[in-house]
């Protein structure tokens, strides 16, 4: 079981040589998601050595260039090289029409079935769950509809007791329903407690992507105990004035977000090219929120406490 985010691009609207736009890398039980997809990221994927035909789900959280002008040159590339398994966009509800647009002007055609699934960026729901994980999208409160993420495992399996097992009496048939925190009844009547042949399950993590947003307290039931959470933290608070006319957020005010919130971890991002290092911005937010780091590209987040 493996749970990481490799960060592909952590700067705001214009690109340094240091950070590319937003895009993240998601590999959470082998369910492989980017987030955003700004300009340049399928560069990143390849100079970060990630496999990206692997990606099967592709969230977009607006429609600001920065987040999502390098999806369609990264699809026609998974055409390219031969893509025949499908792939599941989540996005604004305009998203689609931008994509397949920009791909028929070109004459572009598809080898793999391409599924855009709008979001409001109004609306707090779960778009997507299987055995394993969950997704989860809230609204964030940017200039414009802008969507939220939460990407969770769901509770695992109780591992078994070998030892107690054996001589039991219990099936195979009986050991799923172990696995699961369920008791078993047997052929004689007698009823098998699962905690005498299970144990504790490994627990589950999570991790919330929040940008672009004002400081807006709204979001915290949303991202409640979070194990991780990325924040953008465009601004220092020198200037505040500028984030929030610009509906951005401090780091100072992404640490407040962190602690009402109860995460684990503070990952921020989304830097302002005017700044030539994170220093302060790491400094603020580690005022407030000491378990804070400041991203850089190219680096990868354990999902863990």
């Given at each position: 079981?493996?749970?990481?985010?490799?960060?592909?691009?952590?700067?705001?609207?214009?690109?340094?040589?240091?950070?590319?736009?937003?895009?993240?890398?998601?590999?959470?039980?082998?369910?492989?998601?980017?987030?955003?997809c700004g300009e340049g990221t399928q560069m990143?994927?390849?100079?970060?050595?990630?496999?990206?035909?692997?990606?099967?789900?592709?969230?977009?959280?607006?429609?600001?260039?920065?987040?999502?002008?390098?999806?369609?040159?990264?699809?026609?590339?998974?055409?390219?090289?031969?893509?025949?398994?499908?792939?599941?966009?989540?996005?604004?509800?305009?998203?689609?029409?931008?994509?397949?647009?920009?791909?028929?002007?070109?004459?572009?055609?598809?080898?793999?079935?391409?599924?855009?699934?709008?979001?409001?960026?109004?609306?707090?729901?779960?778009?997507?769950?299987?055995?394993?994980?969950?997704?989860?999208?809230?609204?964030?409160?940017?200039?414009?509809?802008?969507?939220?993420?939460?990407?969770?495992?769901?509770?695992?399996?109780?591992?078994?007791?070998?030892?107690?097992?054996?001589?039991?009496?219990?099936?195979?048939?009986?050991?799923?329903?172990?696995?699961?925190?369920?008791?078993?009844?047997?052929?004689?009547?007698?009823?098998?407690?699962?905690?005498?042949?299970?144990?504790?399950?490994?627990?589950?993590?999570?991790?919330?992507?929040?940008?672009?947003?004002?400081?807006?307290?709204?979001?915290?039931?949303?991202?409640?105990?979070?194990?991780?959470?990325?924040?953008?933290?465009?601004?220092?608070?020198?200037?505040?004035?500028?984030?929030?006319?610009?509906?951005?957020?401090?780091?100072?005010?992404?640490?407040?977000?962190?602690?009402?919130?109860?995460?684990?971890?503070?990952?921020?991002?989304?830097?302002?090219?005017?700044?030539?290092?994170?220093?302060?911005?790491?400094?603020?937010?580690?005022?407030?929120?000491?378990?804070?780091?400041?991203?850089?590209?190219?680096?990868?987040?354990?999902?863990?406490?």
């Amino acid at each position: 079981m493996n749970f990481e985010v490799t960060i592909l691009g952590s700067g705001a609207a214009i690109p340094t040589l240091r950070r590319n736009p937003t895009s993240q890398y998601v590999v959470c039980n082998d369910r492989h998601i980017l987030i955003d997809c700004g300009e340049g990221t399928q560069m990143q994927l390849r100079k970060f050595g990630i496999k990206f035909q692997r990606i099967s789900h592709i969230l977009i959280s607006h429609l600001h260039g920065d987040h999502f002008f390098g999806l369609a040159g990264l699809l026609s590339t998974m055409h390219l090289m031969g893509r025949d398994k499908g792939i599941t966009v989540y996005g604004p509800e305009m998203l689609e029409k931008l994509i397949r647009s920009q791909l028929e002007a070109g004459g572009a055609r598809l080898d793999f079935e391409l599924v855009f699934i709008p979001l409001n960026g109004k609306d707090s729901k779960l778009i997507f769950e299987d055995n394993v994980i969950e997704i989860h999208t809230f609204p964030l409160k940017h200039r414009i509809p802008t969507n939220g993420f939460l990407i969770k495992e769901k509770i695992k399996e109780r591992p078994l007791i070998s030892e107690a097992i054996k001589g039991s009496g219990l099936k195979l048939e009986h050991l799923p329903r172990l696995k699961k925190g369920e008791n078993v009844t047997l052929e004689s009547g007698e009823i098998v407690d699962f905690e005498d042949f299970t144990l504790p399950p490994k627990p589950s993590f999570s991790y919330a992507f929040c940008s672009d947003t004002c400081y807006w307290e709204t979001i915290v039931p949303h991202i409640k105990n979070a194990t991780v959470l990325y924040h953008e933290a465009t601004f220092i608070e020198r200037d505040s004035e500028r984030a929030k006319a610009t509906f951005h957020t401090t780091s100072a005010q992404a640490a407040k977000i962190a602690t009402q919130a109860n995460v684990h971890k503070l990952l921020l991002g989304h830097l302002s090219a005017r700044y030539e290092n994170p220093d302060t911005h790491l400094t603020e937010s580690s005022a407030i929120f000491p378990n804070s780091e400041v991203v850089e590209d190219g680096r990868s987040y354990p999902i863990s406490r």
